[in-house]
């Protein structure tokens, strides 16, 4: 007798803590849940794969990236950088867009990237995936 309510005791136990752990979960306010999220930074560079001459002038390929992800995305982030490296002892320096993205999906980063290719007739696109957390934050209220 003594073995099955220790036992109801411990079940009991249990379940109290488990209903505890739920009810603090439920408890948080919207904007203490974490999002998790993934960001996509992607590296473009802007010259030519084949001649490694620019392609676009810096304002023209900002516009032509741009075009892009707002035919993909809708929106984007995107910032100017300048890239270099060197090859059997010539140095080489690009105009380089870096471009932020979240909220989407692989697939259609892959997309975008496709579409990038082509214009600016790269080898590829350097993609990073970034675990992140996300929240648009709209003040106090």
């Known amino acids: 007798m003594n073995k099955t309510k ?6 009991l136990a249990a ?3 488990c209903l505890s752990i739920v009810s603090l979960f439920l408890s948080l306010k919207p904007q203490e849940q974490e999002k998790a999220d993934v960001q996509y930074v992607l590296y473009l560079g802007t010259n030519d794969k084949d001649t490694n001459e620019s392609v676009f002038t810096p304002e023209e390929a900002k516009e032509r990236a741009e075009e892009i992800l707002i035919r993909h995305f809708g929106g984007y982030t995107i910032q100017e950088a300048n890239g270099g490296w060197e090859d059997a002892g010539t140095r080489y320096t690009e105009y380089t867009l870096v471009i932020y993205l979240s909220d989407t999906t692989v697939d259609q980063v892959h997309a975008a990237a496709d579409d990038m290719i082509r214009t600016f007739n790269q080898s590829s696109v350097l993609i ?11 003040g106090t209220h």
Do not use: C, M, P
């Not at 220790?6 to 079940?11: D, K």
């Not at 990073?128 to 709209?138: A, D, G, I, K, L």
């Open 6 to 11: 220790e036992r109801i005791t411990l079940v």
């Open 15 to 17: 379940l109290a803590l």
């Open 128 to 138: 990073q995936e970034n675990q992140t957390r996300t929240e648009f934050y709209s």
